[in-house]
């Protein structure tokens, strides 16, 4: 059932009037998850939140680009809610459309019998690396001249009060980031993986 599912949208519905109610609907239940996270203990400013799992459900079902509009719609009604200066938004929608992006992408435009398994760890990696490469560049530098008036030592004593190892940028990156964006990619395929197989039972 799945294959057909795919098949038909392939041959021209992703843009239907259901293709878009369905990203609309995931984009207004992935902005409400967005407020549902929980804080991850070993590095205390990040927090893990199930969000992208209905952009990821949006991009299976329609192809990756209809998941990346969910992230991207869900960012813009965040950032009317938050104060984050869109520092947070804006690292939330290249390091999460990556992912969704990678997942969807192999299991769209992949053969294999064990593309959804295999679309997931691709996505994981895509998730650690770009969670490394949009932190380095965008997010952490910002946050740092934003909330600590440029101070980075207010930064990497907070994380070390978690892991006393975490000293400079290039340990906060390895220690925290990647192990964060690694279990969260994790988590992430996990519930998505079981969600989507009690979505194709009601489809059947």
């Known amino acids: 059932m799945e294959h057909v599912q795919v098949q038909n949208v392939r041959k021209g519905t992703m843009w239907s009037v259901k ?3 369905m990203i609309g609907l995931m984009s207004a239940i992935s902005f409400l998850l967005m407020f549902l996270h929980f804080p991850v203990k070993f590095i205390g400013f990040l927090e893990l939140e199930l969000s ?3 952009a990821l459900l949006c991009g299976l079902l329609y192809g990756p680009i209809a998941g990346i509009c969910v992230e991207l719609i869900k960012n813009l009604l965040h950032m009317m809610a938050s104060s984050t200066a869109m520092v947070g938004e804006l690292a939330n929608f290249l390091i999460a459309s990556s992912y969704v ?4 992408g192999v299991f ?5 019998q064990k593309r959804l398994r295999n679309g997931f760890m691709v996505g994981t990696v895509l998730l650690v690396i770009f969670g490394v490469i949009i932190n380095y560049f965008i997010t952490l530098p910002m946050y740092i001249e934003l909330y600590f008036g440029g101070d980075d030592s207010i930064l990497y004593n ?3 009060a978690m892991i006393p190892a975490i000293k400079d940028m290039k340990t906060i990156l390895l220690l925290g980031f990647v192990p964060f964006n690694f279990v969260k990619g994790i988590v992430l395929s996990f519930v998505t ?3 989507w197989k009690i979505f194709r039972k009601f489809q059947a």
């Open 19 to 21: 293709a878009l109610t």
């Open 52 to 54: 992208d799992v209905p």
């Open 101 to 104: 992006a990678g997942v969807s």
């Open 108 to 112: 769209w435009y992949t053969k294999s």
């Open 158 to 160: 907070m994380a070390g």
């Open 193 to 195: 993986y079981y969600i």
